[in-house]
């Protein structure tokens, strides 16, 4: 399966077969990983390898394939039990929010980077996201900021901080708020990403020209469909504001009257064309066709 899926440049040449292949191919191992031991114990094995070997051929892909939602819900399970906070849920209690916007430099594959945005999550923030994938261009801004190339990197202000475990308690003490540890250890922290192998990793390519105006994402960090958009925001380095709007967010409702009784997540918002997107799939098609 993995052969069929990610054949070599000799056997099929244009990116249309190979994407082709690629579905062929997800369809069976979404069909497989259903089924019981030993078949689904080899088929993990395949989405695995799968996913590695069509990464790298097809980053950042056009379209959501169903291999895509499959490894992103399997990541979001893997994760929202260890959680900072949950991943999904505001916290109870919140004080007032801050009254400037933090910048968040980071990029989506990195797993100390998922404590932050989990936190950010729980702490129903709206926070400016750089993402500073491998080649990207917000990572000369990042180490001018704060003097290395680490991330994650928050700037709020006068703070500079780089430790997640302190990005996460600076966060918190904003709303006045005591969240959950992260239980895991870094290796749960790190299990989506091996699920997620490759994906929002790095810039693929010479990107485009950033807009000029910020997009707007609507998004929590343990909903499986977001992960798909910020992977791609993140793949064509593409700077946005975030707006967490998690279980409990208030922001919820201003969702919902945006989007005709719908606080469907994700949902985002481009001011430079004036599109608003609200299903993984075409947010997705949209971005790697505008600025891809």
């Known amino acids: 399966l993995v052969a069929t899926a990610t054949p070599s440049r000799g056997r099929v040449s244009s990116s249309a077969s190979r994407a082709h292949a690629l579905q062929t191919?997800?369809?069976?191992?979404?069909?497989?990983?259903?089924?019981?031991p030993p078949c689904a114990i080899a088929a993990r094995t395949a989405v695995?390898?799968?996913t590695i070997r069509a990464s790298a051929a097809m980053a950042p892909p056009s379209s959501v394939g169903r291999l895509d939602v499959l490894t992103s819900g399997l990541a979001s399970m893997a994760r929202m039990p260890v959680a900072?906070?949950?991943?999904?849920?505001?916290?109870?209690?919140?004080?007032?929010?801050p009254e400037s916007i933090p910048t968040l430099y980071e990029f989506e594959a990195c797993p100390?980077?998922?404590k932050v945005r989990e936190a950010v999550t729980a702490l129903d923030l709206v926070v400016d996201v750089k993402p500073c994938g491998r080649n990207s261009r917000h990572r000369a801004e990042a180490l001018a900021l704060g003097g290395k190339e680490q991330?994650?990197?928050l700037v709020a202000g006068d703070a500079v901080?780089?430790?997640?475990?302190?990005?996460?308690?600076?966060l918190s003490r904003t709303r006045g708020a005591t969240l959950d540890e992260d239980a895991g250890g870094p290796l749960a922290a790190a299990i989506p990403t091996l699920l997620r192998l490759g994906r929002g990793a790095s810039v693929d390519g010479a990107a485009a020209a950033p807009p000029a105006k910020l997009l707007e994402l609507y998004s929590y960090e343990s909903n499986q469909f977001?992960?798909?958009?910020?992977e791609v925001l993140c793949e064509l380095d593409l700077p946005y504001r975030l707006y967490s709007t998690g279980k409990g967010s208030p922001r919820r409702e201003q969702l919902a009257a945006i989007q005709d009784g719908s606080s469907q997540c994700p949902y985002l918002v481009d001011p430079n064309t004036g599109s608003s997107l609200g299903e993984s799939a075409d947010i997705v098609e949209y971005l790697v066709a505008t600025y891809g």
């Open 25 to 36: 191919a997800e369809d069976r191992l979404v069909s497989a990983v259903v089924m019981p």
């Open 48 to 50: 695995a390898l799968l």
């Open 84 to 97: 900072v906070g949950s991943g999904t849920t505001v916290a109870p209690d919140l004080g007032p929010a």
């Open 112 to 114: 100390f980077c998922r």
């Open 151 to 153: 991330f994650p990197l």
């Open 161 to 170: 901080l780089y430790e997640s475990d302190d990005i996460v308690s600076y």
């Open 226 to 230: 977001c992960r798909l958009v910020r």
